[in-house]
Nanobody, 124 residues
Framework: QVQLVESGGGLVQPGGSLRLSCAAS????????MAWFRQAPGKEREFVAG????????STADSVKGRFTISRDNAKNTVYLQMDSLTPGDSAVYYC?????????????????WGQGTQVTVSS
């Protein structure tokens, strides 16, 4: 049974930081691409960052480049999203996703597995 379990969301002030975690189980994730997407109310699900697990190669959306960093812990089968310099525009539900792909894809429909999401709210 595939499970992607996100954690680490919450309320943070503008300029603050959060680190999201995605604990993965049930698949040979070394063969997968792991990604973070986000969805704000009334908007489409948006690619944030992704990583090819085997090589560690990453891709980051222009909107968060320089502020957000994706990383992994192989021993824990966990992917992280470090978010710095947060703005109210970053407020959304953040989802972890997995796909058996050879490159990081920025389109949500290609991903086979999804977590339940974790809410991030940036507000003073």
């Amino acid at each position: 049974q595939v499970q992607l379990v996100e954690s680490g969301g919450g309320l943070v002030q503008p300029g603050g930081s959060l680190r999201l975690s995605c604990a993965a189980s049930g698949l040979p994730f070394s063969s997968y691409v792991m990604a973070w997407f986000r969805q704000a109310p009334g908007k489409e699900r948006e690619f944030v960052a992704g990583m090819k697990w085997s090589s560690g190669s990453t891709s980051t959306a222009d909107s968060v480049k320089g502020r957000f960093t994706i990383s992994r812990d192989n021993a824990k089968n966990t992917v992280y999203l470090q978010m710095d310099s947060l703005t109210p525009g970053d407020s959304a539900v953040y989802y972890c996703a997995a796909d058996r792909a050879t490159v990081v894809l920025a389109t949500a429909r290609w991903y086979d597995y999804w977590g339940q999401g974790t809410q991030v709210t940036v507000s003073s």
